[in-house]
């Protein structure tokens, strides 16, 4: 299996400010005949399922407001937060989708 | 719009087995595979496995293969994970998902989960 690693476990963020997450995969994801990293990005409140985010690495799902952003290839991902909001404090984990499916063991973002 | 509705909470006893249903709508059911994935108290999503709600075909993760049977229901557009010889550590929250058309292990349509809790 893929092992899906993320940093920080938590991430203590001032309102406004920028918010950064890590993701780094035991191997590579990109299909390199499609030109695609199979990497995801989902949002998840307590009490909820998870919310796609980013998918490919770095496309927005429709709805997602323009503040979040991913980033990255291969292997290293990063999932940016512009100007956190109050409605952005949850837990965040990567997934990859490039064989089966495996997630990061998660990321809380809270408010400073 | 699509919509997952999974069936209420569940309390069994070590050793028992436990269904959970997952009904699907606003879609066309067997066009896409449902996939079963858990979560236990604070840790990350687990994936499980996967069903063709077309043909029946299933793809269980290996660490399930034993003890899990997803089956499909397409006149009720309902499918079902059967977990059996439950320990405590299946206490979980269960969800069923949809994923994106054409990107068929991406999951954005989640059912809003089951909570299974294994106590004697």
């Known amino acids: 299996d893929i092992v899906m690693t993320q940093s920080p476990d938590s991430l203590p963020v001032s309102l406004g400010e920028r918010a950064t997450i890590k993701c780094k995969s035991s191997?590579?994801?990109?299909?390199?005949?499609?030109?695609?990293?199979?990497l995801a990005w989902y949002q998840q409140k307590a009490g909820q399922p998870p919310k796609l985010l980013i998918y490919w690495a770095s496309t927005r799902e429709s709805g997602v407001p323009d503040r979040f952003s991913g980033s990255g290839s291969g292997t290293d991902f990063t999932l940016t937060i512009s100007s956190l909001q109050a409605e952005d404090v949850a837990v965040y984990y990567c997934q990859q989708y490039y064989s089966s499916i495996t997630f990061g063991q998660g990321t809380r973002l809270e408010i400073k | 719009q699509v919509q997952l509705v999974q069936s209420g909470a569940e309390v069994r006893k070590p050793g028992a087995s436990v269904k959970v249903s997952c009904k699907a709508s606003?879609?066309?059911?067997?066009?896409?595979?449902i996939h079963w994935v858990r979560q236990a108290p604070g840790q990350r999503p687990e994936w499980m496995g996967w069903i063709n709600t077309g043909n029946g075909n299933t793809i269980y993760s290996e660490k399930f293969q034993d003890r899990v049977t997803f089956t499909s229901d397409t006149s009720a557009t309902t499918v079902y994970m059967e977990l059996s010889s439950l320990r405590s550590e299946d206490t979980s929250v269960y969800f069923c998902?949809?994923?994106?058309?054409?990107?068929?292990?991406?999951?954005?349509?989640w059912g809003q989960g089951t909570r299974v809790t294994v106590s004697s």
């Open positions: 606003g879609y066309t059911f067997t066009a896409y595979p």
């Open positions: 191997q590579s994801v990109f299909f390199s005949s499609n030109n695609n990293n199979y």
């Open positions: 998902a949809r994923p994106r058309q054409y990107i068929d292990w991406l999951l954005d349509f």
